[in-house]
């Protein structure tokens, strides 16, 4: 079954808005949890990661929230731009493992 | 740094026929995945390397499919008698190591009439 599963597979957001973007697991060994955008026709890459020893990591907009007693994860997004505008793929994985199980992705749409 | 290079970018095959996918990991990346996208079931795990040994293919289906890595600079995803349902984008990834992030490349599109 899918490990990881993402709500809300489709999001509009206006410009200069806040979007967050959530995700549940249900592998309570996953210790690693990512967000990766992808742009049509091209490749997931990485926007933010967060290992469990922590519960937040921030970048720039971008902030990973990990709430493990409850499984879920999250991606806040403040002051949305056009270019932010792709598909958001939330993934989990386990150190030792190393493989990630994936969403099946949100689809962000930034409008002017 | 060039990047994952896949090879080739599309490949069409007929039903029945054998289809090998090539993948380049970048320089000095000892971890290289296979993952598997589709529109249903989105993006998921078929198998890896680490250091060139298999070390988890429970994502592979137990038949037809199979991967090898010959060496650090390439590693293969071959699927034999392929049938309409293995119709996916193949990517192929590489990471330094274990929390490492992956680095995804521009996948093959397998289409099987």
């Known amino acids: 079954g899918q490990q990881v599963k993402q709500s809300s597979p489709s999001l509009t957001v206006q410009e200069g808005g806040i979007l967050i973007l959530n995700c549940d697991y249900e592998?309570?060994?996953?210790?690693?949890f990512a967000w990766y955008k992808k742009y049509p026709d091209n490749s997931p890459t990485l926007l933010i990661s967060v290992r469990s020893n922590v519960d937040k990591r921030e970048d720039g907009r971008f902030t990973v929230f990990l709430n493990k007693s409850g499984k879920h994860f999250s991606l806040h997004i403040t002051a949305s731009q056009p270019e932010d505008t792709a598909v958001y793929l939330c993934?989990?994985?386990?150190?030792?493992?190393?493989?990630?199980?994936f969403g099946k992705g949100a689809k962000l749409t930034v409008s002017p | 740094n060039a990047g994952v290079i896949q090879t080739p970018r599309h490949k069409v095959t007929g039903k029945g026929q054998e289809a090998t996918l090539w993948c380049e990991p970048i320089?000095?990346?000892?971890?290289v995945f296979w993952y598997r996208q589709t529109i249903v079931q989105g993006l998921e795990f078929l198998t890896y390397?680490?250091?060139?040994?298999?070390?988890?293919d429970s994502g592979m289906p137990k038949e037809r499919f199979s991967a090898q890595m010959p060496n650090q600079s390439h590693s293969t995803l071959k699927i034999q008698s392929t049938q309409p349902q293995d119709s996916a984008v193949y990517l192929c990834a590489s990471s330094t190591g274990i929390y490492a992030e992956q680095f995804f490349g521009p996948g093959t599109r397998l289409t099987v009439l």
């Open positions: 993934a989990a994985g386990q150190g030792t493992g190393s493989k990630l199980s």
């Open positions: 320089s000095g990346h000892s971890a």
């Open positions: 592998n309570d060994m996953f210790d690693y």
């Open positions: 390397f680490r250091n060139q040994a298999p070390i988890d």
